[in-house]
T-cell receptor, first 116, second 114 residues
Framework: EAGVAQSPRYKIIEKRQSVAFWCNPI?????LYWYQQILGQGPKLLIQ????????DSQLPKDRFSAERLKGVDSTLKIQPAKLEDSAVYLC??????????????FGQGTRLTVV | LAKTTQPISMDSYEGQEVNITCSHN???????ITWYQQFPSQGPRFIIQ???TKVTNEVASLFIPADRKSSTLSLPRVSLSDTAVYYC???????????????FGSGTQLTVLP
């Protein structure tokens, strides 16, 4: 089956500019996650959707980050304005989650953002 | 969510069995234990998940003692390609029965030497 698709793979922007990342989860997966992974650290959850509703966005810097999941399928993550400390890999993941706990999450390859 | 503690790094040689232990002292009754593997420039990949005792699949085994306060990921006969970061996650369903939350720690960098 097709995996989680993310674009772009790489992005370089100047600070104070805006940027958007796109994620297409595996077909039929109800849950979608966005993570930020800074070099040398584990992934940090930014936002979690179940269908098109937000489950957890407690660690999303809402003054500059926003995310949406249109019709419970694709999702976009936006940063505006970007700061130097936003340089990281942004990972999207999805899981089937039809009520069970044993739900494996599948990750995309990520978008590497460099803010200069 | 239960906090996990893992060694920062481990070295091994090809062909050896590697055991990575994760501590999760405040694991809750409903929590499952899940391990992910991450190679450079890739997203994490699910390895194995368990609740208690022992779970085995084609790539690893997971040992969970009766008190469930720790777990051990066992990789048999590792090869150079097993060099990666391994993450231990503990969690259950989120608030209001929503989808399971996935909280990563810092992970263990496993380096397999020739």
């Amino acid at each position: 089956e097709a995996g989680v698709a993310q674009s772009p793979r790489y992005k370089i922007i100047e600070k104070r500019q805006s940027v958007a990342f796109w994620c297409n989860p595996i077909s039929g997966h109800a849950t979608l996650y966005w993570y930020q992974q800074i070099l040398g650290q584990g992934p940090k959850l930014l936002i979690q959707f179940q269908n098109n509703g937000v489950v957890d966005d407690s660690q999303l810097p809402k003054d500059r980050f926003s995310a949406e999941r249109l019709k419970g399928v694709d999702s976009t993550l936006k940063i505006q304005p970007a700061k130097l400390e936003d340089s990281a890999v942004y990972l999207c993941a999805s899981s089937l989650d039809h009520g069970g706990l044993n739900t494996e999450a599948f990750f995309g390859q990520g978008t590497r953002l460099t803010v200069v | 969510l239960a906090k996990t503690t893992q060694p920062i790094s481990m070295d091994s040689y090809e062909g050896q069995e590697v055991n990575i232990t994760c501590s999760h002292n405040n694991i809750a009754t409903n929590d499952y234990i899940t391990w992910y593997q991450q190679f450079p420039s890739q997203g994490p990949r699910f390895i194995i998940q368990g609740y208690k005792t022992k779970v085995t699949n084609e790539v690893a085994s997971l040992f969970i003692p009766a008190d469930r306060k720790s777990s051990t990921l066992s990789l048999p006969r590792v090869s150079l390609s097993d060099t990666a970061v391994y993450y231990c996650l503990v969690g259950s369903r989120g608030a209001s029965g929503s989808a399971r939350q996935l909280t990563f720690g810092s992970g263990t960098q496993l380096t397999v030497l020739p």
